[in-house]
């Protein structure tokens, strides 16, 4: 089957580095996908990664290892803001060679409190 | 450039009644993806339309039905609503094409409670 773990809650201070963790066990991978979700509102795209290694954004980074099926977002400079749900997807690839769509598996997210 | 419109953004029906969900896509986007998301929960997929045909389904019954338009805005149909169907339907829009990354869009959703 297709599973994705994340913790499902996690603590910082402002200010400080946090680091969400995924793993995966799915079949067919074709990239990691990082989504921000506040409150009542739509996810937010935050990062990719199809290849090992670190993509960095700004205050966000990410990291791949397609091999330990893991990857984390590391969060710096934590701001009051950031508190939220991030979510992490794997797109897999389809059942048949006939179908060019790709679906997403998803976490349950993690939810990420930030305090003063 | 309009991102992902959803409507209504909130309803309230009764067990056995049926809902009727619309979205449009972002412009430029030709597939649609349906996503529930109960409370404190990871979006679950629910089925996705490209061309107008129903490319891939998640682990929902019949119950749930789609749609989708020649102009890519797509609909979600449930019928017999059942209490645990109460949650916030996402609609999803992106480009299936060569070179992209397949980045989802999503919209504010459809916030469904059953009573």
């Known amino acids: 089957g297709q599973n994705i773990d994340q913790p499902t809650e996690m603590t910082a201070t402002e200010g400080a580095i946090v680091q969400i963790n995924c793993t995966y066990q799915t079949s067919g991978f074709n990239g990691l996908f990082w989504y921000q979700q506040h409150a009542g509102e739509a996810p937010t795209f935050l990062s990719y990664?199809?290849l090992d290694g670190l993509e960095e954004k700004g205050r966000f980074s990410s990291f791949l290892s397609r091999s330990k099926g893991y990857s984390y977002l590391l969060l710096k400079e934590l701001q009051m803001k950031d508190s939220a749900s991030y979510l992490c997807a794997v797109r897999v690839s389809p059942p048949s060679r006939m179908d060019s769509n790709y679906q997403l598996i998803w976490g349950a997210g993690t939810k990420l409190i930030i305090k003063p | 450039d309009a991102g992902v419109t959803q409507s209504p953004t909130h309803l309230i029906k009764t067990r056995g009644q049926q809902v009727t969900l619309r979205c449009s896509p972002k412009s430029g986007h030709d597939t649609v993806s349906w996503y529930q998301q109960a409370l404190g929960q990871g979006p679950q997929f629910i089925f996705q339309?490209?061309?107008?045909?129903?490319?891939q389904r998640g682990n929902f019954p019949d119950r749930f039905s789609g749609h989708q338009f020649p102009n890519y805005s797509s609909e979600l149909n449930v019928n017999a609503l059942l209490l645990g169907d109460s949650a916030l339907y996402l609609c999803?829009?992106?480009?299936?094409?060569?070179?992209?990354?397949?980045?989802?869009?999503f919209g504010e959703g459809s916030r469904l409670t059953v009573l």
């Open positions: 990664n199809v």
């Open positions: 999803a829009s992106s480009f299936t094409g060569g070179g992209d990354t397949g980045e989802l869009f």
């Open positions: 339309y490209y061309e107008e045909e129903e490319r």
